[in-house]
Structure formats: structure tokens, C-alpha cells
């Protein structure tokens, strides 16, 4: 497609509840981020993958939080057993070099979010 | 650490005012500078950027420079319109060896007719 794309936009989810969201990146873009927007704030790095390797998940807030990019394209941020706390808003960005790379200062392209609620 | 610090918002002009929407850093060596704008129910998209000190980014009339003395990368903008009501982010990546952006809080931007 044209630009990043995520699904679903928005989902509601009861607490304890397990959720996937979806990230298409740009067809072809070597780097892929997960941020989470708190209400009110800047994105938060959550983690990192180049191509397929997840290279930093630092920012993953807890062992509840898991990423993954098996091919290299579509990506997937899975919450397990959500809390009032993880709602937020989750945003994808591609970009189409790898991050230490010469050019690693090619913009990251975003998608329009997830809107996380946890009941 | 590295840090991104913008002046509060909302900031609320009329239209065809004079817009300045401040951004200041900490970080180690010479980070890349960014602005982004996000409109309602979107994400993010580049709106500009600086890559070494004293370098000018310009785009759709806003313009921003990086001042190293002044750890500074203010967004400014000569005479606004409604379709600039957003919200802009100062971001920062931090100098060669690592890939975490770190943005600010954001800045809401409210222009009226």
C-alpha cells in the first residue's frame, strides 16, 4: 500500500483480556518501531526490528508485551492479560533503511494508530 | 540523558499570525533533529528536520533551526492558517549507535478564521 497501515483503529478489551494489534509497513521499508501514546503525550519507544530481528525491546513496559516480525513485512504487537494501564494509543512507523545505517536519518513513516481501551 | 522539552499548549493564534512553537534538547554529541505534526484521529508525519548544527529545515512555509549554543530547535511559522490546527512534536534521534527517537510531549496549535 501507499502508506503504513494498522488494525484494527480502535479496540475495546476487558481487563485480563489478551489483544493483537497489526502493523503493515511500507512495502520494502527495512525498519519497523511500536510507539505507545499515552492521552496528551509524544510516542514512547516500545521496541525495534530490522527486518525480521527484533534488535531493541527495551521499552516494552513488561513481560506482557510481545512483538514480532516473522517475514520481515507485517508485524504484530500482542498484550497478554491487559490492565487499565495499557490503554493508549499504538503506533507503527517504517522507515526505509536500516537505523545504522548511513542514511539512518530517513524519516519514519507512520501509521494513523490503534486506540487501545482496557475496560 | 537525552530529552525533548516544548513549551506547553494550547496555543491559540489567528489566522495569518505570526507562529513560534518553542523546542529545546539535552543530549550527547550532535543528535538529529525533528518536527512532527499530528492531525485529529492520525499519526505522525514529518513536517521537518536538521541533521548538524546551524542547518535550516523549511517545509509548507514552517521553518526550524538547529542551534547547538542554544540547544534549541524552535518551529516557526510567518502567517498560519486554520488547516494548521494540529498538534507538533519535537523529536530527537540521538547521534550514530542507537535508533530511539525520544519526542516531546507535543504542542496543540488551535488557529482561528
Known amino acids: 500500500g501507499a502508506g503504513v497501515s494498522q488494525s484494527p483503529r480502535y479496540k475495546v478489551a476487558k481487563r485480563g483480556q489478551d489483544v493483537a494489534l497489526r502493523c503493515d509497513p511500507i512495502s520494502g521499508h527495512v525498519s519497523l518501531f511500536w510507539y505507545q501514546q499515552a492521552l496528551g503525550q509524544g510516542p514512547e519507544f516500545l521496541t525495534y526490528?530490522?527486518?525480521?530481528?527484533?534488535?531493541?525491546k527495551s521499552g516494552l513496559p513488561s513481560d506482557r508485551f510481545f512483538a514480532e516480525r516473522p517475514e520481515g513485512s507485517v508485524s504484530t504487537l500482542k498484550i497478554q492479560r491487559t490492565q487499565q494501564e495499557d490503554s493508549a494509543v499504538y503506533l507503527c512507523a517504517s522507515s526505509l533503511v536500516g537505523a545504522g545505517t548511513t542514511n539512518s536519518n530517513q524519516p519514519q513513516h507512520f501509521g494513523d494508530g490503534t486506540r487501545l481501551s482496557i475496560l | 540523558g537525552n530529552s525533548v522539552t516544548q513549551m506547553e499548549g494550547p496555543v491559540t493564534l489567528s489566522e495569518e499570525a505570526f507562529l513560534t512553537i518553542n523546542c529545546t534538547y539535552t543530549a550527547t554529541g550532535y543528535p538529529s533533529l525533528f518536527w512532527y505534526v499530528q492531525y485529529p484521529g492520525e499519526g505522525l508525519q514529518l513536517l521537518l528536520k536538521a541533521t548538524k548544527a546551524d542547518d535550516k529545515g523549511s517545509n509548507k512555509g514552517f521553518e526550524a533551526t538547529y542551534r547547538k549554543e542554544t540547544t534549541s530547535f524552535h518551529l516557526e511559522k510567518g502567517s498560519v492558517q486554520v488547516s494548521d490546527s494540529a498538534v507538533y512534536f519535537c523529536?530527537?534521534?540521538?547521534?550514530?549507535?542507537?535508533?530511539?527517537?525520544?519526542f516531546g510531549t507535543g504542542t496543540r496549535l488551535k488557529v482561528l478564521a
Open positions: 526490528f530490522q527486518n525480521e530481528a527484533q534488535l531493541d
Open positions: 523529536a530527537l534521534r540521538p547521534p550514530s549507535g542507537t535508533y530511539k527517537y525520544i
